[in-house]
């Protein structure tokens, strides 16, 4: 069974603004995002990871998900915990640079069932033959340590499955040109 799904990524800013960088997602990456599956994807095993100039921190990875049925919407937010294991960031070795690191993060375990339900809850709607749509959407707070580059550009990733590798949502979004202006890096807070 697969819901629509609009995954809004997230750039730096005080909060991090909420970015849909639509011309910033490989084509390859929109064909597997297509044939997600979100329905059976298991929530223990997804992972996001964003690669960040050196200067830039992330400090709070929040997931927010939204489930709307007719005029009903509702929204839970999970906070994401670091990504403990390193071997799950193998497949993202040739995204490293010498000015950039790469963060990554997955839902806490104990929040796992609560996702599940929010996904049971689209499942027994969609069986009652009721039309709804589910939003992903990642967020992060984030610090700086100084002044940032010229060209401060973000690449976000994603991974499906636990056997599965990263892929690419958005690639080299500048945060200086492709963000609102409340998400500028210099409006981004030193870290501290």
Known sequence: MRFPVSFKLAAAALALGVLTACSSVPVTSMVKLARTDLAATDPAALRIAVRLPQGLR???VTLRVTVAVGADKREQAFVLADLDDPGELLSLAGEVTNDSMIYAFRIAPADVPRLLAVRDEMAAHKAKGERGSLTIGVGAEACRLGALPAKTLI???????????????????DLRKDVPKEAAPERIPLCG
Do not use: A, C, H, S
Request: glycine fraction near 4%.
């Open 58 to 60: 992330p400090r709070r």
């Open 155 to 173: 690449t976000t990733y994603l991974k499906t499955e636990r056997t599965g590798d990263f892929f690419p949502l958005t690639r080299d979004v």
